[in-house]
């Protein structure tokens, strides 16, 4: 592959959507490139010009690949899954994929989006409780659900979407001081998840624009 045909990632080390997808082309091999996208500095980056051209929703991961521009991490790893899909984050049993979308979506959709950079700025200057009663309410309803789904990992003993999804969730509970006590189950698959190889790299304490005193 050409320099030129090399996919490139526009990410933020901390953005959990962004370490979805880096979670993603890991598993799957894919080589790329990063440009950081600080959403912080300079009034955010996201903001510029030349960035909100990629994605008028001035959000992070974009993926350019394969000629396309795709915005939306599951929407992006939904592509890899078909374009390349070794080895597979969806599984086979109709069944167990619609367990797969539905955490991630409970994660993506259900959790996320309320504890976000842009909700958080709206809450004052001290945003934490609410990012916490947001993950928690999440929280309750997944432990439930992957008492029922759970194998090794979110959905049987196969790495899916689901954790690509789970484990920088769990890594923004921790960071918005979250008592993970209440759910074991959640726990002990993030645990088991962060032990891979494409967990650890993909980390947001390994990135190109990870800041010195943050790295791993």
């Avoid at 950081?36 to 300079?42: A, E, M, Q, R, S």
């Avoid at 797969?100 to 809450?123: A, E, H």
């Avoid at 209440?182 to 088991?192: A, C, E, F």
């Avoid at 947001?204 to 943050?214: F, G, M, V």
Wanted: hydrophobic residues 40%.
């Amino acid at each position: 592959m050409s320099a030129s045909d090399k996919p490139i990632l526009y990410s933020y080390f901390r953005s959990s959507c962004s370490w979805r997808v880096r979670i993603a082309l890991a598993l799957k091999g894919i080589n790329y490139e990063t440009v950081p996208i600080n959403l912080i500095k300079d009034g955010g980056q996201q903001f510029s010009e030349e960035f909100q051209a990629l994605n008028p929703m001035k959000q992070v991961p974009v993926l350019k690949i394969d000629g396309i521009v795709i915005g939306q991490s599951l929407a992006i790893i939904e592509y890899l899954e078909e374009t390349r899909p070794t080895p597979p984050l969806l599984p086979q049993d109709p069944k167990k994929r619609a367990s797969v979308r539905m955490i991630s979506d409970l994660l993506s959709s259900g959790i996320q989006p309320l504890q976000n950079l842009s909700v958080l700025k709206q809450m004052g200057d001290n945003p934490q409780p609410w990012a916490q009663k947001v993950i928690t309410s999440g929280f309750n309803a997944l432990e439930k659900i992957l008492q029922s789904t759970a194998g090794k990992y979110c959905v049987g003993d196969e790495v899916s979407m689901a954790d690509l999804c789970l484990v920088p969730q769990v890594a923004n509970a921790e960071r918005y001081k979250v008592d993970l006590t209440p759910y074991p189950t959640i726990s002990h698959i993030n645990k088991t998840l962060l032990a891979l190889e494409a967990f650890q790299v993909s980390h947001p304490s390994r990135q190109p624009d990870t800041p010195t005193e943050l790295r791993a």
